[in-house]
């Protein structure tokens, strides 16, 4: 069984920053797109970022450019997500996802996505 397990989530003040961690656990996600969404209260769920199997291709919403990295260690089978300039807007449950059938192509909907963390949740105060 696939276990995602986010963490690093807190408060923050604007203009801060957060690391944010998901461990993979059960199967191995090393070869796989992994990315990261989030959700605000009464919003969709929406994309932030994702990275391919090999690190190499990486896809950011326009929303968080510049600010926010996306990177991973296939070792330790864990992703991150180094999240600068932090804005209250950015205020949502971060949450992880794996697609067990992609390697490179990082799709941008949830619904491609077929393994979840449980959320984590960062708040920006302004």
Known sequence: QVQLVESGGGLVQAGGSLRLSCAA?????SRNVMSWFRQAPGKEREFVSG??????I???ADSVKGR????R????NTMYLQMNSLKPDDTAVYY???DRNRYSAV???PGSYDSWGQGTQVTVSS
């Open 107 to 109: 799709a941008t909907t």
């Open 68 to 71: 926010f990295t996306i990177s």
């Open 73 to 76: 260690d296939g070792a330790k």
């Open 58 to 60: 990486t896809n950011y």
């Open 96 to 98: 992880c996802a794996g």
């Open 51 to 56: 990275i391919s199997g090999s690190g190499g």
């Open 25 to 29: 656990s059960g199967r191995t996600f």
